[in-house]
């Protein structure tokens, strides 16, 4: 993913900057991943950055070389490409600065600067500690982003056994990314981090997803119906006991006069419980049963 978004950054970097129409040969020697690229590979990467580029707003044009009107270049006008203001509010753009604070890609929170482009200001006091951290598996996620926006088929292996999926869409569930999509025996979710051998098909809208299609209630359907083999009293402060009210969906907990919450939590697999309770930072601490919380600490103290 870091290396797609480098590239995109490169070509509205130069399109913007050029002062002429760049042709498509230039702009291969010039951007580093196109000059690497056999002819035909160029041309698909070239296309679908294009492509994405124009899908969030930026104005990509054709435009004459020179007076002779021979060949066409690319560019991209720096008048239409400055953004109007869109009149946000305050709530909207505390909104947009607390999710640039949750999502991490590379292990990094995203700069405030563009938040404070659209008329936010410096907030004060602490962000919730949680995040979805996109480091180990942000080019993963780059590929699927891009199978389920243009609807491309992909095969990866999984657990051993090559799959071939449609994917719907993508989901941050108790700290672990999945996919949801269709395969020949029905709709499937699969774990992001235990995918390998990702691959793309080359044909985009190679299927449908479904007008009902609900990602929230996929993941959550595959997440609680499964047979728990453990359950684990977790308290979560006043401060993140709000969003794990919303992460365990009908999970009901007791709730403290300070507003801390106490609830039982089914456990199907230690190791995505583990991963998920620890988003919470200190915030959320495991007081039964002894061997999941000394299973916390261990993870914690970077015991095996």
Known sequence: MRNVLERLINLLAMLLTAGRPMLADEIRRTIP??????????????????????????????????ALEVEKGYVVD???????????????????????????VGGEV????????????????AVEPFSADLGAEAETLGKLFEAVVERRIVTFTYRGQIRRVAPYGIGHRRGHWYVVGRTGSGQR???LDRMEKLELGDDAASFERPADFDLRAALDTWDTTREADAKAVVRFDPSVAW??????????????ADGAMTVEVPVSNVG?????????????????????????????????
Do not use: C
């Not at 995203?110 to 006091?125: F, M, R, S, Y």
């Not at 969003?243 to 999970?251: C, E, I, K, M, S």
């Not at 583990?274 to 015991?303: C, H, M, Y």
């Open 272 to 304: 995505s419980f583990l991963g998920w309770v620890l988003t919470f930072g200190d915030g959320a601490e495991v007081l039964s049963p002894p061997e999941l919380r000394q299973a916390v600490i261990n993870r914690v103290r970077g015991v095996a």
């Open 78 to 104: 720096p008048a239409r490409y400055k953004m109007t203001d869109p009149g946000l509010t305050d709530e909207e753009r505390a909104a947009l600065f607390l999710a640039a604070q949750i999502v991490r």
């Open 110 to 125: 995203a700069a405030p600067e563009a938040i404070l482009k659209l008329g936010g200001t410096h907030l004060t006091g």
């Open 33 to 66: 991943g196109y000059s690497e690229s056999s002819d035909d590979a160029f041309h698909r990467m070239f296309e679908r950055d294009k492509e994405l580029l124009r899908r969030v707003g930026i104005p990509i044009e054709m435009r004459f070389v020179d």
């Open 189 to 191: 979710t699969y774990r």
């Open 243 to 256: 969003w794990a009210t919303r992460q365990l969906g009908g999970v009901v907990g007791a709730t403290a």
